[in-house]
């Protein structure tokens, strides 16, 4: 059962335990499951070290051409980081880090930032467990590239329990199409 919603972070709390997320319309069920690692914050990582990318590259180039003003640095590393908790603080519940999620309507993936993507279950094919790297390799129809599946695994035993409910739906689906 979903606590959340794992596209926008919704609570779901008190409603039905099959529904439709009432902010972004993801269908999901008694049997949804979603994971994601549990220290999200790291993921506001990417924005620090982009932040002091910019500042040493700044830095540099003031420096280099002879204009190294004390206040335009500090300025600039005040506005910076400014804009830097204001992304934070916008990005904190919504949309960010890696989650995946078996759904009703087929698996939802997010690498990162970005929306994600339901991926029907009758485009997926069975999928693979890499026991060494914690991973779940889901295999597309067609020639697409299949899905990798990484970075949201605590144990062994949830990268199995997604592979098992994969392997359901799949099934669930293709029965579903022939009858
Ligand atoms: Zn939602």
């Not at 069920?29 to 914050?41: G, I, K, L, N």
């Not at 335009?72 to 005040?78: A, D, G, P």
């Not at 519940?93 to 279950?121: C, E, I, M, N, Q």
């Not at 299949?146 to 970075?151: K, N, V």
Request: proline content about 6%; hydrophobic content about 45%.
């Amino acid at each position: 059962m979903l606590d959340k919603c794992p596209q926008c972070d919704y609570s779901l709390a008190g409603l039905p335990a099959a529904h439709t997320c009432p902010e972004c319309k993801l269908r999901y069920d008694e049997a949804s499951v979603a994971y994601q690692p549990d220290r999200r914050w790291r993921f506001f990582l990417y924005p620090a070290f982009l932040l002091a990318v910019m500042l040493v590259l700044t830095w540099d180039w003031w420096a280099s051409v002879g204009r190294l003003n004390g206040w335009i640095i500090v300025s600039i590393v005040i506005s910076a980081s400014i804009v830097t908790v204001l992304v934070a603080l916008g990005l904190r519940h919504y949309r960010v880090g890696p989650v995946v999620a078996a759904v009703v309507d087929g698996l939802y993936v997010r690498l990162g930032f970005g929306p994600g993507t339901v991926h029907p279950w009758t485009e997926l094919d069975h999928p693979v467990r890499n026991l060494r790297s914690r991973k779940v390799i889901v295999p597309r129809k067609g020639k697409r590239r299949p899905l990798s599946i990484r970075d949201v695994f605590a144990t062994e035993g949830d990268a199995h329990r997604l592979k098992a409910q994969i392997e359901q739906r799949i099934s669930e689906a293709t029965r579903r199409n022939e009858s």
